[in-house]
């Protein structure tokens, strides 16, 4: 069995070799890094974020002034609870639609065989077999 002193010298060894992931990738900063105000208002959404569960829409004001994206992993809407994933950027009056067309395609394409499947449906029902 190892002494403390040998095992804190193994586990000291073991760390030292490690090192850090942020310095050596190019263009990412420092995990503590502080960000200008001009600076966040460049990289973070202008625009309304929206909770996808309830419509409650996060204001920066009622939260100290932090943009949504520093809110931490543990955030839930204040409203219903619902946690951070769920919120969706507000571009107007909608939210959430993509450019390739939004949820159209899927319901068309749903609607589509549901009606094939009904027609199948009656047709094995109706025949001889």
Not at 48 to 57: L, R
Not at 110 to 121: C, D, E, H, K, Q
């Amino acid at each position: 069995m190892l002494r403390p002193t040998a095992f804190a010298v193994l586990a000291s060894c073991a760390t030292a070799f490690v090192p850090p992931v942020r310095e050596h990738l190019p263009g990412l900063q420092p995990l503590n890094a502080a960000l200008s105000a001009k600076e966040k208002a460049e990289q973070y959404w202008q625009g309304d974020w929206v909770c996808a569960d309830c419509g409650y829409v996060y204001d920066r004001k009622i939260f100290g002034g932090r943009y949504f994206e520093e809110q931490t992993f543990g955030f839930k809407c204040p409203q219903c609870s619902g946690p951070r994933r769920r919120y969706a950027k507000m571009v107007g009056d909608t939210v959430g639609v993509t450019l390739d067309g939004g949820d159209g395609p899927i319901l068309l394409a749903s609607g589509v065989g549901f009606l094939i499947t009904i027609a199948i449906g009656f047709y094995i029902s109706n025949s001889d077999f």
